[in-house]
């Protein structure tokens, strides 16, 4: 594998379940990054990580947790999500963080809350 | 005000077209500026960083001009597989010590034989 990958490729949940997006890079790089794109939005970051820890949360709310175990794992774990939740969640990363390298992204989970 | 904005288009050019998209940014102090590509249902990939000279690369000019805080992006002779949304994205240190990415909502191409 190389790049960015993530799972699932796309994800339909209730507002009750709690399930995990996972995202794994193979660049061997040191920062990662959630995003989140709803339709006609542009892209909003949620979260930043920098050696395993976070070092920006972009106001997101509670009900979306990340995990970041080692520097090329990244999770959001999702629990009683509402409609307007549903989205293009795009993981990212780049060699160091900052705005000033260019990030590479996975190909997304598309979620779908109902 | 928006970090970056940008004219959503769409655009709907013929093969060969030469095309042109614009962006503005609101902080002045932001440095780095760069263009991504997103192809419909696929991951925004960089397609160019825009530098204060300008610079080109194939059929893409980028230019930035600093005083306006404006960028643009020329494509000239379209081809097929220019048919995208091209977003405008931009450094800014606002709320980061080390600064973040901030997209445009992203132009969209679509080029016709």
């Known amino acids: 594998e190389t790049g960015v990958t993530q799972t699932p490729r796309h994800l339909v949940m209730g507002m009750t379940n709690k399930k995990s997006l996972k995202c794994e890079q193979h660049?061997?790089?040191?920062?990662m990054y959630w995003y989140k794109q709803s339709a006609k939005k542009p892209l909003e970051l949620m979260f930043v990580?920098?050696?395993?820890?976070?070092?920006e949360n972009n106001s997101v709310p509670s009900r979306f947790s990340p995990e970041c175990p080692n520097s090329s794992h990244l999770f959001l774990h999702l629990h009683t999500l509402q409609p307007e939740d549903s989205a293009l969640y795009l993981c990212?990363?780049?060699?160091?963080?900052?705005?000033?390298?260019?990030?590479?992204f996975g190909p997304g989970t598309r979620l779908t809350v109902l | 005000r928006k970090e970056v904005e940008q004219d959503p288009g769409p655009f709907n050019v013929p093969e060969g077209a030469t095309v042109a998209f614009n962006c503005t940014y609101s902080?002045?102090?932001?440095?780095?500026f760069f263009w991504y590509r997103q192809d419909c249902r696929k991951e925004p990939k960089l397609l160019m960083s825009?530098?204060?000279s300008g610079n080109e690369d194939g059929r893409f000019t980028a230019q930035l001009n600093r005083a306006s805080q404006y960028i643009s992006l020329l494509i000239r002779d379209s081809k097929l597989s220019d048919s995208a949304t091209y977003l405008c994205?931009?450094?800014?240190?606002?709320?980061?010590?080390?600064?973040?990415?901030?997209f445009g909502r992203g132009t969209q191409l679509t080029v016709w034989p």
């Open positions: 990212a990363s780049s060699p160091l963080p900052g705005g000033n390298n260019e990030q590479f």
């Open positions: 660049l061997g790089h040191n920062a």
């Open positions: 990580y920098n050696f395993k820890e976070q070092t």
């Open positions: 902080n002045s102090a932001s440095q780095s």
């Open positions: 825009v530098y204060s």
């Open positions: 994205v931009v450094n800014s240190d606002r709320g980061s010590t080390l600064g973040r990415l901030y």
